[in-house]
């Protein structure tokens, strides 16, 4: 396949995850589920998705082999252009759907976002002030000074907890456009980083690409 329709394909599954990322609230149910998972998910949903989208963009990368070899341009080129045009490509899906999503999230799902919120959020903060309460123990126990006991972050809010599970103001549309742009800046340098890895690999001692 081409850089596009690679990216395209790429861009599809990153796309599945960013769905499932942004709509969690749709799908766990903060009375049956425990609080350390709405504690995980809720810190690190964002992080891990990132990590998926930059995994597939690489591997987008990394799937590319030029079918054909224009007279003049080296191979390594060829890998560098074709792996920075996938991986952006799966960029520019990405972020068409973080993007709707963001809107979707500050109106359509509003008032659900805030459902949700409500009822995690007590959750989340049972869960992290019992654990830090843990911690101070156990330090007790250990004879650890006052400072050391003391040496854990602060507790934790229900309200403040239940602002950061709501729904997205309107104006986060525009945070969200220039995430886009970054990202897409991101992965595209990265896919052409990666091309360029593999021409080196691919390029015989005089300089000239190599076979397949």
């Known amino acids: 396949m081409g850089p596009i329709r690679t990216g395209f394909f790429y861009g599809a599954l990153a796309a599945v995850v960013a769905l499932v990322a942004e709509f969690y609230f749709l799908v766990l149910d903060p009375s049956e589920t425990a609080g350390w998972v709405l504690a995980v998910v809720g810190s690190y949903r964002t992080r891990l998705a990132l990590a998926a989208f930059l995994f597939l963009g690489i591997l987008a990368a990394l799937r590319m082999r030029p079918v054909r070899l224009d007279a003049g341009v080296s191979y390594r080129s060829l890998l560098l252009r ?18 709707l999503t963001t809107l979707l999230q500050a109106t359509v799902f509003a008032d659900d976002m805030r459902a949700y919120a409500r009822e995690a959020a007590p959750e989340i903060v049972s869960y992290v002030n019992g654990t830090r309460e843990e911690i101070q123990d156990r330090r007790r126990e250990e004879g650890q000074s006052p400072e050391e006991v003391g040496d854990v972050p602060p507790a934790a809010d229900v309200s403040e907890v239940e602002e950061s599970l709501g729904p997205p103001a309107p104006r986060d549309l525009g945070r969200s456009l220039a995430n886009f742009v970054l990202r897409a800046v991101l992965l595209g340098t ?19 690409p190599g076979p397949g």
């Open 82 to 99: 074709d792996g920075a045009l996938a991986a952006t490509v799966v960029a520019i899906v990405v972020g068409l759907v973080l993007s």
């Open 190 to 208: 990265i896919g052409g980083f990666v091309g360029l890895l593999r021409g080196r690999s691919k390029a015989d001692p005089d300089g000239t």
